[in-house]
């Protein structure tokens, strides 16, 4: 079974970057690939997805300040986070699923990491 894993997370001070990568231990070519965080004492989110033809999306709350890629050969999709705040802090998880699409419901994912932390300091 495919397993991911997520790196990157970290401490930041607010207005900084980060680059979280999610590397997958099988092929994911055609799968849809997306990132979700969870804040203490709030629901999961969703952050950004990218479908297997590399066409991306993202929430309104991370739109012009977050980039996600991917990297098809090495099986490994990216969260390039900029201009960081406070409330971006969560453990973000990276998630796919098999039917290629990048959904925004976290439902529709099969295979989720273990998650990173990223905790921005004000």
């Known amino acids: 079974q495919t397993q991911l894993v997520e790196s990157g997370g970290g401490v930041v001070q607010a207005g900084g970057s980060l680059r979280l990568s999610c590397e997958a231990s099988g092929r994911i070519s055609d799968w849809g690939m997306a990132w979700f965080r969870q804040a203490p004492g709030k629901e999961r989110e969703y952050v950004a997805g990218i479908n297997w033809r590399g066409e991306v999306d993202y929430a309104d709350s991370v739109n012009g300040r977050f980039t996600i890629s991917r990297n098809y050969a090495k099986n490994t999709v990216y969260l390039q986070m900029n201009s960081l705040k406070f409330e971006d802090t969560a453990i973000y998880y990276c998630?796919?699923?098999?039917?290629?699409?990048?959904?925004?419901?976290?439902?529709?994912?099969?295979?989720w990491g273990q998650g990173t932390q990223v905790t921005v300091s004000s």
């Open positions: 998630a796919g699923e098999t039917g290629g699409m990048a959904s925004q419901l976290g439902r529709e994912y099969d295979f």
